[in-house]
């Protein structure tokens, strides 16, 4: 079982930065993939990005890509995403979530969830 705590959110202007963390309880953290997904009002949830266990691999959305920054720091079970340049459209509710195995894009693939952060960005 894994119990997760997302914080960061908040409003921030078009252009403007954001650090989302994701807490994670358990002492099985390093051995879970996360990501990172948001849901917009009236849209699907969708993935935003991923790392596996020992942060060789991550994996991003193309909207985001050389905007957001995934990383995870294992010995603090703590999963963070780093949002640059933000823009009106990534305005969400943004989840973080735990995968066993390898890392995905698959929304349904993720075993459990937080509660989420709400992102609102101001144009």
């Known amino acids: 079982q894994v119990e997760l705590v997302e914080s960061g959110g908040g409003l921030v202007q078009a252009g403007g930065s954001l650090r989302l963390s994701c807490a994670a309880s358990?002492?099985?953290?390093?051995?879970?993939?996360m990501g990172w997904l948001r849901q917009a009002p009236g849209k699907e949830r969708e993935f935003v990005a991923a790392?596996?266990?020992?942060?060789?691999?991550?994996v991003y959305v193309d909207s985001v890509k050389g905007r957001f920054t995934i990383s995870r720091d294992n010995a603090k079970n703590t999963v963070y995403l780093q949002m640059n340049s933000l823009k009106a459209e990534d305005t969400a509710v943004y989840y973080c979530?735990?995968?066993?195995?390898?890392?995905?894009?698959?929304?349904?693939?993720?075993?459990?969830w937080g509660q989420g952060t709400q992102v609102t960005v101001s144009s």
């Open positions: 979530a735990a995968k066993r195995g390898l890392i995905g894009r698959f929304p349904g693939g993720y075993d459990y």
């Open positions: 358990g002492r099985t953290f390093s051995s879970y993939a």
């Open positions: 790392i596996s266990w020992s942060s060789a691999n991550t």
